[in-house]
């Protein structure tokens, strides 16, 4: 994983206010399509140059994932962050069209907004709260059954 950098404008806010704040949230999972050469270094600096470029934007890079062993039909997975889901589409375009975006193909996407749970109002996401990213993130889709939202709320 390749950290995002140390940006915490939410560090000290509380639950209340971090609730307030709006920010989408991306998983970009991609596999290798090309093999790529041995010397990958115009590929590297040419990611890191967008990913500065898109922090000046508000768009966060919260981390760079290594896929290898854990599915079978993907190499890399992006996590990235924005105030608008606009922001984060034109983030993944630019990523495409780079060297490295060229030599991936798509597998899965998926973006999200926050919500404080109404069932305990003081979960904050970590990236919301300015939390050091991980080296490793499980991304699951948190679905609700049709019964879940025909109990009562304190059994919720």
């Known amino acids: 994983m390749t950290a995002a950098p140390e940006k915490t404008p939410n560090a000290g806010k509380k639950a209340k206010d971090l609730n307030e704040v709006i ?8 596999r290798l399509r090309d093999v790529l050469p041995e010397d990958r270094t115009g590929y ?10 898109l922090a000046a934007k508000d768009v966060t890079v919260r981390g760079t994932y290594d896929l290898s062993g854990l599915r079978a039909d993907a190499d890399i997975m992006i996590w990235w962050h924005s ?10 375009n630019l990523f495409r069209r780079t060297r490295l975006g060229r030599a991936l193909e798509p597998v899965w996407s998926n973006m999200a907004l926050h919500r404080p749970a109404e069932f305990n109002k003081s979960h904050i996401p970590a990236f919301l709260a300015d939390e050091n ?7 699951y ?3 609700r059954s049709y019964d879940w939202y025909l109990l009562p709320d304190e059994d919720r």
């Open 141 to 143: 889709p948190f679905v």
């Open 83 to 92: 105030e608008t889901s606009d922001a984060l589409q034109e983030a993944y």
């Open 23 to 30: 920010r989408y949230t991306l998983w970009s999972v991609f």
């Open 44 to 53: 590297a600096d040419e990611v890191e140059e967008l990913f500065s470029q």
């Open 133 to 139: 990213a991980r080296d490793y993130v499980s991304v």
